[in-house]
């Protein structure tokens, strides 16, 4: 059973002030689009940021925390992921309609919980 509460300690090992929270692939689209999900430290704040190859500028929600997300906030982040609209590049709007597949070293339950909707949506 997937914990949607699991919430890590930080984000931060003390390397940086940057960290890869999740790749995400969606190898339906045309060009197998990915994007990554960072975390950096700011101010004593938590921004997240979403990177693609096209640059464009994804709206994520929550911006940024004061605390690491947990499962349940980081799947939501995820899915209400968007851009704003007649700005995106490369398709990207048709890309987020998509089901991704999610990999990630510190939320390591989420590809299980992503795998899973997307058998069920026949992907």
Known sequence: MINFEFRPKTYFD???PEILMAKLSYPESTW???ICLYATAIDGQIHYE???FYGNDLLLNPAKSTKPLSLQELILMIERMEVNPGKGLGRIEITLAGIPKVKSLIYVEIEAFFDGKRKHFGF
């Open 14 to 16: 003390g390397t940086g």
């Open 32 to 34: 197998g689009e990915e």
């Open 50 to 52: 979403a990177v693609d």
